[in-house]
């Protein structure tokens, strides 16, 4: 009774191992090939989930959206959390809209980069923020309508050319 009871033990102990095992080779591969935005191999697993999902592609780490807004640069930032139900629900609303409206949103992961909470004074996820000349102009939080993203989008975004209305005067 003794030996059958630890080879039952000992087959369950194998099969956890050879899936950690499982498990951990296929989160190297997916965080060691050229589709990892992050630059680490140290992700969360809610993160490394996402990293082939359309919906969360055209990253920006912390670092470079410093910069941009450093150099006074226009921008629409998507603030979110890869297991926060909310953005669950509204990543694939608004990235359809995102593309139709042809927006250049970028994405920053605070799962990942918890500073930015702080430095950009997100108190809830989702939150959409645009930039002017590097400046906080306007934000959106939480999953709101459709319709209101796109009245945002419509208020702030300019197209690919750089025009806005006070160009064409």
Known sequence: MKKKMLIIVGSIVVLFAALYF??????????GDG???????DLHQATIDQLDNPNYQNQILPD??????DNGEDMMVYY?????????????????IVEDMGVDMKKLNLLEFESAWRTYG??????????EN?????????????????AFFNEYAT??????????N
């Open 122 to 131: 997100i108190e809830s996820t989702p939150t959409l923020v645009y930039f």
């Open 80 to 96: 979110y959390d890869p297991t926060c139900p909310h953005c669950q629900e509204l990543t694939p609303r608004l990235i359809p």
């Open 35 to 41: 589709d990892n935005p992050y630059g680490t191999d």
């Open 22 to 31: 499982v498990i951990d080779y296929k989160n190297q591969q997916a965080t």
């Open 134 to 150: 590097g400046e906080e102009v306007d934000r959106v939080n939480g999953a709101q309508s459709d319709d209101i993203f796109r």
């Open 64 to 69: 470079e959206l410093q910069t941009k807004l």
């Open 159 to 168: 197209d690919d050319s750089g025009s806005s209305d006070e160009q064409a």
